[in-house]
């Protein structure tokens, strides 16, 4: 008796640690949860960009986005889950995109150019063995978004953002250029 309890104290503390681990997804169920992920990022970000730019006008967008942005990604980051934005021209250099990002990206920009709808872009990379999932999707430009990174901003936006990104490549956009793209990765068993 006393043998077999030691046994089931101890194969429960060998189990518990398993139970909270991220569980593998097949590769639909960790697209739409990814899908998911990306949009809750866009919209709050979008949400606090537009109340930050009422309230403060766009030099205090660009603070509230450096501010607001990595910490929104770091909120939807947890079970396995990595949640961010990338771009082949980055204003954050944390940003920047890794080699299937970049590819994935150029996809994308092959992609509109051949008249396909931006909802028809993102891609996904399985790697069942390393139990390691991404995911993308486009990040259009649109009429907001030029203030900041468009052809000619405005003389205190530019000093804003000079200040906070010295190194920023993110500006000379047009509406309809592909902007960026979400970009979420899964690791199961973490
Ligand atoms: C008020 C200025 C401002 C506006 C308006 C703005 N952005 Fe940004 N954007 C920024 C700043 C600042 C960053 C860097 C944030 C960081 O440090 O992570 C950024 C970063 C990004 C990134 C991440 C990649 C990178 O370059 O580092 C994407 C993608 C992006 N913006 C897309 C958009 C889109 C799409 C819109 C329009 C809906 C938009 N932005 C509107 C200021 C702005």
Known sequence: M????KKAVLMGCLLLPLATQAAQLSEAEFKAQAKQKAMQLGKTL????????????LPNGVQVCKDIAPAIAAQLSTDGWQVGRTALKVRNPQNRADSWEKSSLMAMVKGLEE???PGALATV?????????RFM??????????NC?????????????????????ATGFAAGDLRG????????GE
Do not use: W
């Not at 006393?2 to 309890?5: E, F, M, N, V, Y």
């Not at 990379?125 to 999932?133: L, M």
């Open 2 to 5: 006393i043998r077999l309890t």
């Open 46 to 57: 979008k949400q606090n960009l537009q109340q930050a730019v009422k309230a403060g006008g």
């Open 115 to 117: 008249g396909l709808e």
């Open 125 to 133: 990379h399985v790697d069942e063995a390393a139990g390691k999932y």
């Open 137 to 146: 999707a486009p990040i259009m430009t649109g009429g907001l978004c030029l």
């Open 149 to 169: 990174h468009g052809a000619s901003l405005a003389e205190p936006v530019k000093e804003a953002i000079n200040q906070q990104y010295p190194d920023d490549e």
């Open 181 to 188: 793209a979400f970009t979420v990765t899964y690791q199961a």
